[in-house]
C-alpha cells in the first residue's frame, strides 16, 4: 500500500530565506508523487509532479522538489521565501491500481517579515 | 472562467437536513472527485467518476450519493445530515482514466459545511 507523511506540520521561515518541506513517501512500486498547495478558502493547486522522469521537478512559483528513490524522499524546496508563499502545502502520493490520490497529512508554511 | 466550480460555497443547515453540494468542470476532463477535508485539514477521497460511472466509492456512509448526469457535472446529495459531516468538500476533475494516477487534478474552491 501507498503512503506518505509529511515530518513537519508547522514550518516558519523569514521572508527571503530558503523554504524546505519534507515528505517521505512508502511505494511498492514506481510511485507519481505530488505536491499541491492549498490558501485559506481556496481550493488545491498543483505546484509539481514526478511521474518518473527526471528526479529534480521544477514547479510554479520558484519551488522545486528532488525525488530521491534510495531515500524514499521528495522533499520541496524554494531558495527564497515570498510573503505570499505562506499557505497549507501537501504531499500527495498516487495510488497504484486506482489512481487515488493519498495525501500526507499537510505542512503549513508560515512566512515572517 | 473558473475550471471547476463548486456551489454553494458555504453550507450552514440543521442536523438531519437533506443537502446538495454541485461541482461542475469546463476543462474537458474525464474523471471528477469529490474530497472530504476534516477540521485538522486532512483530505480523503470519498468518490471517483469516470465518464459518468462510479469508479471509487470509498468507505462513505451511504447517506452520501454522487450524481454524475454527465461527465461534466458531478453532484453530492448528503442525506439526513449528521454533526460530524462538518467540513470543507472539494470537487476535483483530472484528464483520463482515474487509474493512469499521474495525472494532475484540478480542484474547485471547496464547500464549507457546517452542520448545527
Known amino acids: 500500500a501507498q503512503s506518505v507523511t509529511q515530518l513537519d506540520s508547522h514550518v516558519s521561515v523569514s521572508e527571503g530565506t530558503p523554504v524546505l518541506l519534507r515528505c517521505n513517501y512508502s511505494?511498492?512500486?514506481?510511485?507519481?508523487l505530488f505536491w499541491y498547495v492549498q490558501h485559506p478558502n481556496k481550493g488545491l493547486q498543483l505546484l509539481l509532479k514526478y511521474t518518473s522522469a527526471a528526479t529534480l521537478v521544477k514547479g510554479i512559483n520558484g519551488f522545486e522538489a528532488e525525488f530521491k528513490k534510495s531515500e524514499t524522499s521528495f522533499h520541496l524546496t524554494k531558495p527564497s521565501a515570498h510573503m505570499s508563499d505562506a499557505a497549507e502545502y501537501f504531499c500527495?502520493?498516487?495510488?497504484?491500481?486506482?489512481?487515488?490520490?493519498?495525501f500526507g497529512q499537510g505542512t503549513t508554511l508560515q512566512v515572517k517579515p | 472562467d473558473t475550471a471547476v466550480s463548486q456551489t454553494p460555497k458555504y453550507l450552514v443547515t440543521q442536523m438531519g437536513n437533506d443537502k446538495s453540494i454541485k461541482c461542475e468542470q469546463n476543462l474537458g476532463h474525464d474523471t471528477m472527485y469529490w474530497y472530504k477535508q476534516d477540521s485538522k485539514k486532512f483530505l480523503k477521497i470519498m468518490f471517483s467518476?469516470?465518464?459518468?460511472?462510479?469508479?471509487i466509492n470509498e468507505t462513505v456512509p451511504n447517506r452520501f450519493s454522487p450524481k454524475s448526469p454527465d461527465k461534466a457535472h458531478l453532484n453530492l446529495h448528503i442525506n439526513s445530515l449528521e454533526l460530524g459531516d462538518s467540513a470543507v468538500y472539494f470537487c476535483a476533475s483530472s484528464r483520463g482514466s482515474a487509474a493512469r494516477g499521474e495525472q494532475p487534478q484540478h480542484f474547485g474552491d471547496g464547500t464549507r459545511l457546517s452542520i448545527l
Open positions: 500527495v502520493v498516487t495510488s497504484s491500481n486506482t489512481g487515488k490520490l493519498i
Open positions: 467518476y469516470n465518464n459518468k460511472e462510479l469508479i
Open positions: 511505494s511498492s512500486y514506481s510511485p507519481s
